[in-house]
């Protein structure tokens, strides 16, 4: 239909640039490679992070250890949870990254208790993680808004789309 569409709009002169910019997946296709590359800044946190998670879900006796470190610390929004990513999806590794990084201060219990957690990021390496998911949220709001459409337009996703241009224009100030 997009092709059928694209050559009668072609005909009619309605196209600019012949109607390159018209397909929308496109758009998916350049988001996934602009996170793709903000997601390879922080590998190394990113796989303490994963390592962390993967260490707390191995054992029942570490979920217990790390459920009593979450209670010892108290501030933790305890509804958001822990959960792992698929590597080769990248809405999946940041909704592991949003997560984890809300559980920093439980982690850093469990580094206390648990000589066997050998994976415990840094100050830093939690520093970048956290900044790097706050970029990254526009992104995965935008990914979710084309998914999730069968036909996504202009108005469901333009707002986003100016979002992620002024964040990345900040992003190239710094």
Known sequence: ????M????NLQNCLICNGSYFH???????????????????SGALKKIRESIKFVRGSKARKIAFKECVLQVRSIDTKVGL???VPTRWNSTYVMLDGGTK???AFG????????????????EWNRAAR?????????????LISDSTYPT???????????EKLLCEFVMC
């Open 24 to 42: 929308v997946r496109c758009s998916a296709h350049i988001l996934n490679l602009i996170v793709q590359e903000g997601l390879g800044v922080i």
């Open 6 to 9: 694209k050559a009668r709009f």
């Open 132 to 144: 790097r998911c706050e970029f990254l949220k526009p992104f995965f709001v935008m990914t979710n």
């Open 109 to 124: 219990c469990l580094a206390i208790r648990d000589r066997n957690y050998v994976h415990y990021p840094s100050d830093d």
């Open 103 to 105: 559980y920093k201060c």
């Open 154 to 164: 202009s108005n469901q996703y333009f707002m986003q789309v100016w979002k992620i």
């Open 1 to 4: 239909m997009v092709n059928f």
């Open 83 to 85: 959960r792992m990513d």
